[in-house]
C-alpha cells in the first residue's frame, strides 16, 4: 500500500480542494447540473470520451487501452440530501437545506482521483467505463440510467461501488458476498371509516382506533411470519389522523417502510401486510386501501466478483484492514438494480470511528453534522486503480 499511496500523494490535495467543492455546492436528485458539468469537464481533459445526460444529468466516462473486448464498470453517486448541515466545517454547504450527508461528493472525488491516475498511469488492456450517477438518494437514478440504455450503450461484465461507513475504522474495507443490503419498500395504509361526534362513538366508524390496532398487529409480521435467522424490518414511520380531541375523524393514514434482504421474504412482507390490513379494518368496520410502492431492490453482491474486490483490498491496505464478509445492512441503495443486470460487487470504506478526534467522519450519515473523511481519498483511489489494473489484467 505504501508505495502506491506515495504515488498519489502528489494529486491528494487537489482532490481534497475538489471534494470540498463539490459539499460546498451540494444539488439533489437529478438537479447535479454543477457536479456534472465538473466531472464532464475533468474526464474530458484527461482523454476520456465523455457522455452526458443519460439519466438527466449522470456522466460516464469511457477509456480504452489494448486490445482485450473485456469491459469493466465504475459506478459513483452525485446527489445530495434535503437537510441544512451543522458540521461547522470551514467548506459547509453554502446551499440552504441541502447537505452532502451521505458523502456522495467523496464518492465523486475517489473516483475522479482515480481517472485522472489511470489516464496518466493506467496499465490495463480493455475497456473502462467510470459511471457518475444522479440520484442515489431514493430516486431510482440508476434504473433512469438503465432505462436510457446505460449497459446498451456501455457494456460491462462486471461494475463495481464503493460507500463510506461511519464507525468503521477509516480506510478499513468491508465487502460481502451475496444479499449485502435491503430492499426498502414505501407503503401508504389509510384506514376509512365514518367520521362523527367524539361525544357519540357509537355512530361512527372510528379509524383511528383501528390504526392504532394496525400498528400493533404489523410487528408481529418480522416476529411471527418471517424465519428467526432471515433479516426483515416493517417501521411505521408516521401515522396522521383528526385534527380536534372531540372529532371522530373520516380516514386514518400509516406510513411505513418495509425492508429485506431475500426476495422471498420481500413478498411475504407484502402478502402478510396486505392481508393484515384487511383483516384489521374488517374487524372495526373499517375499509383499508394499501399503496404499494416498490423501491429499491434486494442489493445481492456476485461470488467471483467479491473475491476479486477482497483480493484487490487485501493486497492494498492489508489483511487486518479487510473484513471479508460483513455483516448485512439493512438500508439499501439502487446500485441493486445494476447488480441485477451485470455481475459486481458493493464494497465499504471505514470514515472513521471517531478515534481519532474527528467527530464529523464518525458521524453517521443522513446527519446534520456528517462529513467525508478526506483521509479515504487516496486509499479509494488506488483501490479503484488496482482493481482495474486487476480485473484489465492483459
Known amino acids: 500500500m505504501g508505495q502506491m499511496l506515495e504515488g498519489l500523494l502528489p494529486q491528494v490535495d487537489e ?17 447535479e447540473h454543477r ?12 482523454g476520456y470520451e465523455v457522455h452526458r445526460g443519460l439519466g438527466g444529468t449522470g456522466v460516464v466516462g469511457t477509456l480504452r487501452r489494448g486490445s482485450s473486448a473485456r469491459r469493466l464498470g465504475l459506478r459513483a453517486d452525485m446527489d445530495a440530501l434535503p437537510i441544512a ?47 457518475f450517477q444522479p440520484a442515489e438518494e431514493g430516486a431510482g437514478g440508476a434504473l433512469k440510467m438503465m432505462e436510457e440504455g446505460l449497459f446498451d450503450l456501455f457494456p460491462c461484465d462486471a461494475v463495481f461501488a464503493m460507500h463510506n461507513m461511519p464507525g468503521v475504522p477509516q480506510g478499513h474495507l468491508w465487502l460481502r458476498e451475496g444479499a449485502a443490503m435491503a430492499s426498502s419498500d414505501n407503503v401508504t395504509i389509510t384506514l376509512h371509516g365514518t367520521g362523527g ?12 382506533v383501528a390504526a392504532a390496532s394496525l400498528v400493533m398487529a404489523l410487528q408481529t ?10 433479516a426483515a424490518v416493517v417501521t411505521v414511520g408516521a401515522l396522521h389522523a383528526g385534527q380536534a380531541n372531540n372529532v371522530i375523524p373520516a380516514a386514518a ?17 407484502r402478502e402478510r401486510i396486505h392481508a393484515l390490513a384487511a383483516a384489521q379494518a374488517e374487524s372495526f368496520g373499517v375499509r383499508a386501501e394499501v399503496d404499494w410502492r416498490d423501491g429499491y431492490a434486494v442489493l445481492v453482491n456476485t461470488p467471483a466478483e467479491t473475491a476479486l474486490a477482497r483480493e484487490v483490498a487485501t493486497a492494498l491496505v492489508g489483511p487486518g484492514r479487510v473484513n471479508p464478509q ?21 464494497l465499504f470504506i471505514g470514515n472513521g470511528d471517531g478515534r481519532d478526534g474527528n467527530a464529523a467522519s464518525a458521524c453517521m450519515v443522513h446527519n ?22 486487476t480485473y484489465l489484467a492483459g
Open 15 to 31: 482532490f481534497v480542494a475538489l471534494r470540498r467543492e463539490i459539499h460546498r455546492f451540494p444539488e439533489l436528485a437529478f438537479e
Open 35 to 46: 457536479t456534472s458539468a465538473l466531472v464532464a469537464e475533468k474526464l474530458a481533459l484527461w
Open 85 to 131: 448541515e451543522a458540521s461547522g466545517r470551514p467548506w459547509a454547504s453554502a446551499c440552504a437545506g441541502r447537505m452532502h450527508a451521505c458523502g456522495h461528493d467523496g464518492h465523486t472525488a475517489m473516483l475522479l482521483a482515480a481517472a485522472r491516475q489511470l489516464a496518466l498511469h493506467g496499465q490495463f488492456d480493455g475497456t473502462l467505463h467510470l459511471i
Open 197 to 208: 361526534h367524539g361525544a357519540m362513538p357509537h355512530k361512527a366508524a372510528d379509524p383511528v
Open 221 to 230: 409480521v418480522v416476529s411471527r411470519n418471517v424465519d428467526p435467522q432471515a
Open 253 to 269: 393514514t400509516l406510513e411505513l417502510s418495509v425492508r429485506a434482504l431475500d426476495r422471498e421474504v420481500r413478498r411475504t412482507l
Open 326 to 346: 460483513a455483516p448485512a445492512l439493512t438500508a439499501s441503495e439502487d446500485f441493486a438494480f445494476m447488480l441485477e443486470r451485470v455481475p459486481g460487487c458493493y
Open 368 to 389: 446534520p453534522g456528517y462529513d467525508f473523511n478526506d483521509d479515504n481519498l487516496a486509499i479509494g483511489c488506488a483501490y479503484w486503480v488496482q482493481l482495474t489494473q
